[in-house]
């Protein structure tokens, strides 16, 4: 149980347009959801948290207007990079958290992104 | 804000052999949880084992486990009979105790070795 799937899990775009990632959880509901961002040989940095019906919280320094977040139910939650540029191009993970005690958090497989 | 600080870039360790990876963090709170993730080259994260603040008993896993000290706020994670297949990326992670706390704070990661 407890499974989180990404897609695509690799995509490549043109410079200045828009790409979505999408983020599911297969057999459990997420209230919450993260994004995160992983460049080569570094940690994981937070971009956003989303919680159902409501709009994300971005962590400071991570563009609203470029990061476009939504969480419109409680299986899907969306990463839409709008008006991409090379330097965005990274590895992005999502993960989702469930609706019962557990402080778990379960991670989907990533998406690498190249813009060219 | 609290961070999470791994010292050892990089461990190498002989199959069969025992690693203990570093892991320190700060906080003013008393009620958190603390988690190892590991990244391998695939780069799916997986939960390795989870140790609550307010447990004094130590979280133990198979060939994994902690020592957690409190007062040091250190959790340092051993890996005994090492495995070609626990060469990764290993990530220790705080989160808050707080109810309304969601939000995963990394540490910036050690890469195991394994040696056969």
């Known amino acids: ?13 043109k ?8 983020c599911r959880s297969l057999d459990f509901q ?11 040989k570094q940690s994981l940095m937070l971009m956003a948290t989303s919680n159902e019906g409501s709009k994300a919280t971005y962590e400071q320094g991570v563009e609203k207007d470029k990061f476009l ?5 409680l299986t899907l939650s969306t990463l839409t990079v709008t008006s991409a540029h090379p330097e965005d191009s990274s ?3 999502c993960s989702a958290r469930d609706m ?3 402080v778990e958090q379960y991670f989907g497989p990533g ?4 813009v060219t | 804000a609290q961070t999470v600080t791994q010292s050892q870039p990089e461990m190498s360790v002989q199959e069969a052999e025992t690693v203990t990876l570093s892991c320190t963090y700060d906080t003013s709170e008393s009620d958190y949880y603390l988690f190892w993730y ?9 939960l390795v084992i989870r140790q609550e603040a307010y447990k004094q008993q130590n979280a133990t896993e198979n060939r994994f486990s902690v020592n957690f000290q409190k007062a040091a706020k250190s959790f340092s994670l051993k890996i005994s009979d090492s495995q070609l297949g626990d060469a990764a990326m290993y990530f220790c992670a705080y989160r808050t105790g707080k109810a309304a706390g969601n939000k995963l704070t990394f540490g910036g990661g050690t890469r195991v070795l394994v040696k056969p």
């Open chain 1, 100 to 102: 019962g005690p557990r």
């Open chain 1, 30 to 40: 997420a209230t919450t959801m993260f994004w995160y961002r992983q460049f080569p």
């Open chain 1, 91 to 93: 590895f992005y993970i």
């Open chain 1, 1 to 13: 149980g407890a499974v989180v799937s990404q897609h695509p899990s690799w995509v490549i775009c």
């Open chain 1, 15 to 22: 410079s200045g347009t828009s790409v979505k990632i999408e």
């Open chain 1, 69 to 73: 977040i939504n969480h419109a139910s």
């Open chain 2, 38 to 46: 590991k990244q391998p080259p695939s780069r799916q994260m997986i």
């Open chain 1, 111 to 114: 998406t690498r992104l190249t």
